[in-house]
C-alpha cells in the first residue's frame, strides 16, 4: 500500500448554477513533505464547515484503483490525481478491504478510519457534471475518511501500513451499504455502532435507521 500523491486547495469562489459559491473540492498534487495536523493538511481547507473537515474528517483517502473505472465511464485516457477531492491518492487502499477503526502509519502520522466519503453536488462542480455525485455514490466506489491519531510530516512515495486491524471489521463498502441500502440489517446496525472510530455523524445517522425499525 502506497501514498502516490498529497492533494491541497484552499476554498475559492466558482460559479455553479448562475450562483457564486464557495468550495474546497479542487485538490491539486503538492511536492515534497507536508505536515498532517488534526485537522487538515497544511495549505488545505475546507468552505462547508458543518459537513467537510473537523476532527473525524481530517484526511480523505481515495484509491487511485478505481481511476481506470472512472476513466472508462467518463471516456477520459487520463485523470489527474486529486480529480475525486481527495487529500490522499492511494494504491492499494480499497472500500472493500480497508474496515472503519483500522489504523494505518502514513509517513510519519499515524490515521485511523471513520466513515464512508458521501458525495455532495460540489463533486459535480469539480467534474463538470451535475448528476456525477448521484453516479459516485451509486458506484459504491466512495473512498473514507479518516482522523489524525499522531501528526506528522507525509509525502508522495510514502508506504502505507495498517497498524491495527478493527476487531468488528466492519468494511468501509459494507458500512456504505449498510445506511444507504441495507437499513433493514438490524445486526449489521448494531455491529457498526460498536466501533468505537466511528464518526458522530454516522453514528447518530446508524442509531436513528436503528430506532426507526419496527
Sequence with gaps: MKLLSVNVGLPQNVSYQKKTTTTGIFKTPVEGKIMLRALNLEGDGQADLDNHGGIDKAVYLYSYDNYPYWQAILGQNTLPLGQFGENFTVEGLLDA??????????????????????????????????????????????GFYAKVLQEGWVEKGNKIERMILDSQQITVYQAFRLLYFESHNIEGIKQVLEIEALSDSWRKSFEKKLKSQP
Design 97 to 142: 478491504h480497508v474496515h472503519i477503526g483500522d489504523t494505518f502509519q502514513v509517513g510519519e502520522a499515524v490515521i485511523q478510519v471513520t466513515q464512508p466519503r458521501i458525495p455532495c453536488y460540489k463533486l459535480g462542480i469539480r467534474l463538470e457534471k451535475p448528476n456525477f455525485p448521484k453516479q459516485f455514490l451509486d458506484s459504491g466506489k466512495t
